[in-house]
């Protein structure tokens, strides 16, 4: 089945520790984001990619970092900067060339603080 | 700067009640929106999108909006509700060609049997 898989589902991060999400998709797609959502915010946008090698700071990317070496995969690293990291991370893809094309979003995964 | 606002953070409804997830939003040109729904610790489904000239939409699982561009709405709609519709539903906006959907603060539905 084509789609986005995120993991690890939960993750603990201790003081001063990097971690990395992990996203991968088999959707064929060019572009692909990573969301925080926090209750009560919505969702906020970290980094995003729409090509391979390149990617672009969105509103929150203090803290985070991302590589797109390969189409399939956009892994995301919360550094030990992120000073409140503790939130529901969203991994997304969409086909590009088209305004009204949807983001498919994959299943998150829980950060927490131990 | 293209936005989308969600005025309702909770919305109750009787189980076969019509139900309204009420969404505004504020961008100049063309507006590009979508509706997506989240169940617990899942991400986020797409249910529809709006397509210019269409003022109702219709999407999956029985869902339509409808599209105001004098009261530049594009509300969330469905004609009975159920129980398993219970969950947080956000609307998205596009700001051009291919950049990323912002999205609104969501609305929490509860459908009560």
């Known amino acids: 089945d084509g789609g986005i898989t995120q993991s690890p589902k939960y993750l603990f991060r201790k003081e001063g520790q990097n971690v990395t999400l992990s996203c991968e998709q088999n959707?064929?797609?060019?572009?692909m984001y990573w969301y925080r959502q926090d209750p009560g915010q919505g969702l906020r946008l970290i980094y995003y990619?729409?090509?391979?090698?390149?990617?672009q700071k969105g509103d929150i990317a203090e803290g985070y970092s991302v590589s797109r070496e390969k189409k399939e995969s956009f892994p995301l690293t919360v550094t030990s900067a992120q000073k409140n990291p503790t939130a529901f991370y969203l991994c997304?893809?969409?086909?590009?060339?088209?305004?009204?094309?949807?983001?498919?979003f994959g299943d998150g995964t829980r950060l927490s603080i131990l | 700067a293209q936005s989308v606002a969600q005025p309702e953070d909770q919305v109750n409804v009787a189980e076969g009640n019509p139900l309204t997830v009420k969404c505004t939003y504020s961008?100049?040109?063309?507006?590009?929106l979508f509706w997506y729904v989240q169940y617990p610790n899942r991400g986020l489904q797409f249910l529809l999108k709006?397509?210019?000239?269409?003022?109702l939409v219709k999407g999956s699982y029985g869902f339509e909006a409808e599209f105001n561009k004098s009261q530049t709405s594009f509300h969330l709609k469905k004609p009975s509700a159920l129980v398993s519709d219970s969950a947080l539903y956000f609307c998205?906006?596009?700001?051009?060609?291919?950049?990323?959907?912002?999205f609104g603060k969501g609305t929490r539905l509860s459908v009560i049997a």
């Open positions: 959707l064929n797609h060019d572009a």
């Open positions: 990619s729409q090509i391979v090698n390149d990617f």
């Open positions: 997304a893809s969409s086909m590009t060339g088209g305004v009204n094309q949807p983001q498919h």
């Open positions: 961008v100049s040109g063309n507006p590009y």
């Open positions: 709006y397509i210019t000239g269409d003022n």
């Open positions: 998205a906006v596009r700001r051009s060609g291919n950049t990323p959907l912002v």
